[in-house]
């Protein structure tokens, strides 16, 4: 198991989250065989790791966390036998459940507007920050774990783009242009007078100059958007899907869309079709006669 988290993260470079997730999954099987059979995951069967999935979906673990702990178990027994240490692969004979397909959940254009023009964020070095992070989430659509790990000699601000490292370290461009680029250039000047500062530093700091971390980012979004939404989900993430879905409600074409998300296949980016089509449904039914 060592072994497999060690390529992860050094072959694979994943996340440290994604890592988490990964060694989560694997140390919680791994306990379940120990206490059931008195065995191991190396050397598991097929019908030991189907007990496993339904003990958690009898507990009432969601279909799509089971999923997640069936594909990190898939990638577990493939490391395996590629390193020549299993002959069958148990996972050959397990099947997923089946997941309802849930829309992204997005924030209203008209929310967002009021959000960046209404709301008044002060205008010390924490007001300029919190607006920062809300308008580079929103306005790139990058990932909670990009916008932390951002750096400064990452933000061009003469040639107007930033360099963002995605999963597996792929690395893409985002144009950071208009009122974002005004914005940071604020915020680098404000951050100037506060705490001394190199370009492989990062770009986003608390109060005490330290690097931001998730749950920090986590409680700035929730506490802003839910001044200006009613939207049930109120995480980083929601404003990732709001640039998407707004994007292609404003005509951007869908393989651009998935460039600047870093998705690594268009089927990922599709998902955001699925919410113009209901608002097309939506503005269809109020407008047509016969609707």
Known sequence: MIEFLKYLELEKRYSEHTLKSYRTDLLQFAHFLA??????????????????L????????AARSVNRKISTLKSFYRFLQTRNLLEVNPMERVTAPRTSRTLPVFIPED???????ELEFTRDFKGIRDRLVLEMLYTTGMRLSELVGL?????DMIAGQIRVKGKG???????LLGSLLLTFRQYVSDKQQLFVFNAADPVFVTDKGKKIYRKFVYRTVKFYLSVHTTVGKRSPHVLRHSFATHMLNHGADINAIKELLGHSSLSATQVYTHNTVEKLKSVYKQAHPKA
């Open 35 to 52: 206490k059931e059979y008195s065995n191991e995951p190396a050397i598991a069967s097929s019908a030991q790791i189907r007990s496993w």
């Open 54 to 61: 339904a003990a958690l979906m009898d507990a009432g673990v």
């Open 111 to 117: 929310d967002i507007a009021s959000l960046f023009d």
């Open 151 to 155: 750096t400064h000699k990452d933000v």
């Open 169 to 175: 370290n792929k690395q893409r461009l985002i144009p």
